[in-house]
C-alpha cells in the first residue's frame, strides 16, 4: 500500500480489499451449503453474523453524527473511518435477504398455528406478521442508507471547497438524522432479536444493541488506526493522541454497554416474573452457564480493570489487544442473546457460526477499505483537520 | 472516485482557532477582580438580604413543619392506602436528580474536554450539594420514627438488627451517601486555589479564615502537580456516580413488582432525567446569577446558555425515548396490568399530570432546535423553569402509578394535604438559603480554572490580550 502524505490519497491500495472480498466470497459460499445440511442452523448462524456487522455499520454511522453534532476537534482526523463504516453499511444491509426466506426457522410468530393457540401472542399479531415486519426492515435499512448518502455526498463536496453552509448542512441532517437513528436501531433490535423470544420484551433492549454496536465501532477504530499506523499510513496525522482517545471511548462504551446487561439481569432478577426470567433461565445451564460466565468476566469485569490505565490505550501491543479481543466479545454477546433460541439445551458450534461471521466480515472489510480508500483518507478541507492532528490530551 | 486528484491540498486549509470562552477580553488580574470583587464587598445588596429573607422564612417553616411532623407522625401528609408513597419520595427524587447535572458538568465534560464547562461548574456543583441536603432530608424524616432514623445505617447493635442489603432502600443510603462526600471532596479540591487568592487579597481577620481554608496553598509548581492528579482521580471517581446514583433511585422503583414502575430501562431512564432536570436547574440559577451580577455574562456567556440549552434538547429526547420504549413495550408485552397502568396515566384522572409532564420535557425543549430561541435569555429562562415543573411532575406520575392498583375495591385519589405542599416549598427555602450563602461567600466562578482556559494559558499564546482588540 502507497499513500501519499501531501494530499492524504492512496496511490496503491494494497491488497486489504481484495483480500476481503476473496475471503467473504469464499466464505458466504461455503455457508451456503450449509443451507442444505442444516437450514435452521445456517440462519441462526447468519443472523448472529448479520446482527454482529450491521451493529458495527450503525456504530459508524452513529460517531459520525455525534462528531458533527458536538463540533468535535480531536475526530476530525479519524473521521473518514467512521464515515467508511457509515457507507459500508447499506451494502451490509443486503445481506438479509437469505434470512427473509428463512423468518419460518428463525421466529415462531411466523407459525400461525402456533400463533393462534396462544393468547398472547394472538395479541401481538398486528405487530408480529410477516408483511409489516418486512415493510418496516426496509424502512430501517432505508433510512440508514438515506442518512449515510446525504452525509457522504455532503463530505465529499467538502472536499472540494470548504463553506460554512456545508459545514452546517451536516449538523442539520444529523440532528433530525440522530432521533431517526436511535428509533431504527431500536426497532430493528425489537424485530430481529427480541421477537425470536416472542413473549420476552425488556424496555432496555434496543439501548442495549446500540451500546455493543458502539464499543465494537470503537475497536474497529482502534484496529484501523494500527493497521494504518504500522503500514506507515496517517502515521503523522492520526497520533498516538487520537489512539488514547479511541479507547477512552472504547473503555467508556463497554461500561456503558455492562450497565445495560446489570440494569437489565438485576431489574429481572429481583422482580422473578416468569415470563422476565424465562430469558435468563434460558442462558443458565448446560454449555450456557459458562458462556455467561466468559461474558460477565471476559466481556466486562476483566477488560475494566485491565484498560482502565493510560498506557493500556496508548501502547500499540495492548489497545490491537483489547480491540480484538471485544470484537470476540460482542460475537459471544449476541451468540448468547440470539443463539439459545436455536440451540435450547447447550451451546452448539457450528462451522456455520465461523464462515458466516468471517465471510461478512470479509465482505464487510472490502467495502470498508474500498469506500476509506477512494478518497482523501481525511477531511482535507476542514479548518479544524490541522488543531485535531496538533490535539494532546 | 477520480475527484480526488483536483480537490485542494492541506495548503488552503483555513486555520481554526478555538472559540473564546470569556468574553470582554478581560487580563487574568481582571478575572480575579471581577469574581473576588462578590464575595469581598462590603456593601451586601439589598436584594441579597430580601431573597435571603424570604428563603430563610422559608426554610425555617421547613424545619417548623418537621418538628409537627415528628411530634404527630407521618399522618399529616396525604400518603395513605393506596398511594402509601407520596409527595415525600417525589421530592427526594426530584432533589436527587437536580443535584446531577452539577457531577455531569464538573466531572463528566471535564474528562470530554468541554471547556467551556469551567465558568459554570462550580455553581452547578455547589447546587448538587445543596440539592443532596434536600434530598436526604425526605427519607430521614419519613422513617415516621426520627429517633430510629439511624437504623437506615448499617451500624452494629447490640439487638443484632441489620438493615436488608437487599432493599433498594439501602443501595439509596450508600449511593446517595457516597455521592455527596465525592461531590463535596470535589468541589472543594476545586476551591483550594480560589480560597487561596482570597486569603492573599484579604486583610485582617478574613484573611485568616481564608488562609485556614485554602489548607495552606502557595501555588507552587509542585502543588499545581498534584492537584491536577487529584482533580483528574476525582472526576474519574464523580463519573460513575453520574450514572450510578439515578440507577440506584431509580430502583426504588424497579426492583417492586408493580407495573408501571418494574421495567429495564428505568435506569438509563432516570440518569437521562436526571441530567435534564438539573441543566435545567443549573440554566435558572445561571441566568439570575447573570442577572444580579453583571461581570459573571463574561464567564457565563450566552454560548455557554446556548450548550447547556442543547444538553437540555438531547436529555429531553433520551426521557422521550424512555417514555416511548415504556409505551410500546406496555402494548407489546401482552400484559393487561402493564398496558392498564400505561393507558391509566395518559388518560385516567391524572392525565394532567401526564400531559404536563410530556408537554414540559419532551414538547418544550424542542424550542431550542432554533438557534434563535436557544440564544434568547429570555426564553430560555422560561424554558428552564418549564423543565423543573415537567420533572417534579414526572416522578408525581411514577409514583401516583400506585393510586389504581391490583385491587379496584382500593383504588383512590391521592389528595395533599397543606403540609406535602408546606414541605416542597421548605425545602425549596431552604435550597435557595444555601445557594445565596454561596453566592455571597464563596466565589461562584471557578478562578483559577477560568484563567487556565484563556488564551493566555497556552503556552504559545503572544499577548493575546492586546492583539485581539485589534482583531476585533
Redesign the interface.
Known amino acids: 500500500m502507497k499513500f501519499d502524505s501531501t494530499t492524504y490519497t492512496f496511490t496503491d491500495k494494497g491488497n486489504a480489499g481484495k483480500i476481503g472480498l476473496i475471503v467473504g466470497m469464499i466464505g458466504l459460499a461455503v455457508s451456503l451449503v450449509g443451507l442444505f445440511v442444516d437450514a435452521g442452523q445456517f440462519y441462526f448462524s447468519w443472523l448472529v453474523a448479520f446482527a454482529f456487522w450491521i451493529s458495527i455499520g450503525l456504530g459508524g454511522l452513529f460517531m459520525t453524527m455525534v462528531h458533527h453534532l458536538t463540533s468535535a476537534v480531536w475526530s476530525v482526523a479519524v473521521r473518514r473511518i467512521g464515515e467508511a463504516v457509515m457507507n459500508a453499511l447499506p451494502w451490509m444491509t443486503l445481506l438479509a435477504i437469505p434470512l427473509l426466506f428463512g423468518l419460518d426457522k428463525l421466529f415462531i410468530w411466523t407459525d400461525t398455528d402456533h400463533v393462534a393457540a396462544d393468547a398472547i401472542l394472538s395479541m401481538k399479531v398486528g405487530y408480529l406478521n410477516v408483511p409489516f415486519f418486512i415493510v418496516r426492515t426496509v424502512i430501517y435499512f432505508a433510512v440508514w442508507a438515506l442518512l449515510a448518502f446525504l452525509l457522504k455526498r455532503n463530505s465529499l463536496a467538502q472536499d472540494k471547497e470548504w463553506t460554512e453552509e456545508r459545514a452546517r448542512k451536516f449538523v442539520v441532517i444529523s440532528g433530525p438524522g440522530m432521533i431517526a437513528f436511535a428509533l431504527t436501531a431500536t426497532f430493528f433490535c425489537f424485530d430481529w432479536i427480541m421477537s425470536l423470544q416472542p413473549l420476552w420484551y425488556s424496555t432496555i433492549y434496543g439501548l442495549w444493541f446500540f451500546a455493543g454496536g458502539i464499543t465494537t465501532v470503537m475497536a474497529f477504530y482502534a484496529i484501523v488506526v494500527l493497521r494504518l499506523r504500522s503500514n506507515n499510513v496517517l502515521s503523522e496525522t492520526i497520533t498516538v493522541e487520537h489512539q488514547h482517545d479511541i479507547g477512552k471511548l472504547l473503555f467508556a462504551f463497554l461500561v456503558f454497554w455492562g450497565y445495560m446487561h446489570l440494569s437489565q439481569y438485576l431489574l429481572i432478577w429481583y422482580a422473578n416474573l416468569p415470563e422476565e426470567t424465562a430469558f435468563y433461565k434460558d442462558r443458565w445451564g448446560a454449555g450456557w452457564t459458562t458462556m455467561s460466565w466468559i461474558l460477565m468476566i471476559g466481556g466486562f469485569v476483566m477488560p475494566f480493570i485491565l484498560l482502565m490505565g493510560r498506557s493500556a490505550k496508548r501502547s500499540d501491543a495492548s489497545l490491537m489487544t483489547f480491540a480484538v479481543w471485544m470484537f470476540v466479545v460482542h460475537w459471544v454477546d449476541l451468540y448468547w442473546n440470539i443463539m439459545p433460541v436455536f440451540h435450547t439445551e447447550t451451546v452448539v458450534l457450528s462451522w456455520m457460526d465461523l464462515t458466516t461471521l468471517v465471510g461478512m466480515g470479509g465482505i464487510f472489510v472490502w467495502l470498508f477499505w474500498m469506500k476509506f480508500t477512494n478518497h482523501p483518507a481525511v477531511p482535507i478541507t476542514d479548518p479544524k483537520l490541522d488543531a485535531s492532528i496538533k490535539m494532546v490530551n | ?1 477520480s ?8 495548503a ?5 482557532k ?1 472559540p473564546k470562552l470569556v468574553l470582554g477580553n478581560p487580563s487574568f488580574h481582571d478575572v480575579t477582580d471581577q469574581i473576588s470583587g462578590i464575595v469581598e464587598r462590603r456593601d451586601t445588596p439589598i436584594w441579597w438580604w430580601v431573597a435571603l429573607g424570604i428563603s430563610v422564612s422559608m426554610a425555617g417553616a421547613f424545619f417548623i413543619q418537621m418538628a409537627w411532623l415528628f411530634w404527630t407522625g407521618v399522618g399529616i401528609w396525604g400518603n395513605n392506602v393506596p398511594v402509601g408513597w407520596g409527595w415525600p419520595i417525589v421530592n427526594f427524587v426530584f432533589w436527587v436528580g437536580i443535584g446531577h447535572a452539577g457531577t455531569l458538568i464538573s466531572a463528566v465534560l471535564f ?1 470530554l ?1 468541554q471547556k467551556w464547562r469551567t465558568s459554570i461548574n462550580r455553581f452547578a456543583e455547589a447546587m448538587t450539594i445543596f440539592a443532596v441536603i434536600c434530598a436526604g432530608i425526605f427519607p430521614g424524616i419519613h422513617v415516621g420514627r426520627i429517633w430510629v432514623a439511624y437504623w437506615m445505617f448499617p451500624i452494629p447493635n447490640q439487638m443484632a438488627m441489620w438493615p436488608n442489603f437487599r432493599s433498594a432502600l439501602m443501595w439509596d443510603v450508600f449511593a446517595v451517601g457516597t455521592y455527596f462526600t465525592a461531590s463535596l471532596l470535589f468541589w472543594y479540591t476545586g476551591l483550594v486555589p480560589d480560597w487561596a487568592t482570597l486569603r492573599d487579597r484579604a486583610k485582617g481577620w478574613p484573611k485568616k479564615i481564608y488562609g485556614f481554608l485554602a489548607l495552606g496553598w502557595r501555588s507552587g509548581n509542585s502543588q499545581w502537580k498534584h492537584y491536577e492528579a487529584a482533580y483528574l482521580l476525582l472526576a474519574g471517581i464523580a463519573t ?1 456516580l453520574v ?1 450510578s446514583v439515578h ?1 440506584v433511585v431509580s ?1 426504588d422503583f ?4 408493580v407495573f408501571g414502575w ?7 431512564y432516570f440518569v437521562a432525567g436526571a441530567i435534564f432536570s438539573g441543566f435545567g436547574m443549573v440554566m435558572t440559577l445561571g441566568i439570575l446569577a447573570r442577572l444580579v451580577y453583571p461581570p459573571v455574562k463574561n464567564y457565563i456567556t450566552v454560548k455557554t446558555l446556548e450548550l447547556m440549552a442543547k444538553v437540555i434538547m438531547l436529555t429531553g ?1 433520551m426521557v422521550g ?2 417514555y416511548s ?2 409505551m410500546f ?1 406496555a402494548w ?4 393487561g396490568y402493564e398496558q392498564f397502568v400505561f393507558l391509566n396515566r395518559a388518560f385516567g384522572p391524572y392525565a394532567w399530570a401526564y400531559w404536563i409532564m410530556v408537554s414540559c420535557n419532551v414538547i418544550i425543549p424542542q424550542l431550542f ?1 432554533f438557534k434563535k430561541l436557544r440564544t434568547s435569555i429570555p426564553v430560555l429562562f422560561v424554558a428552564s423553569i418549564f423543565v423543573n415543573i415537567g420533572m417534579w411532575f414526572e416522578r408525581f406520575v411514577i409514583v401516583l402509578t400506585l393510586h389504581r392498583d391490583f385491587l379496584p375495591s382500593s383504588w383512590d385519589m391521592f389528595k395533599p394535604t397543606a403540609f406535602d405542599i408546606g414541605f416542597l416549598v421548605g425545602s425549596f427555602g431552604l435550597f435557595f438559603t444555601l445557594f445565596l450563602l454561596f453566592l455571597r461567600f464563596v466565589p461562584m466562578v471557578a478562578m483559577a480554572e477560568v484563567k487556565g482556559v484563556m488564551p493566555e494559558a497556552d503556552p504559545h499564546h503572544e499577548s493575546y490580550h492586546h492583539a485581539t482588540e485589534k482583531e476585533a
Do not use: C, D
Open positions: 472516485m475527484a480526488t486528484t483536483s480537490t485542494s491540498t492541506s488552503t486549509v483555513q486555520k481554526w478555538p474528562l474536554r460513575p450514572l440507577s430502583t424497579a426492583t417492586s413488582m418494574h421495567t429495564t430501562i428505568f435506569p438509563p429526547m425515548y424512555a420504549m415504556e413495550i407489546y408485552s401482552g400484559n432546535w
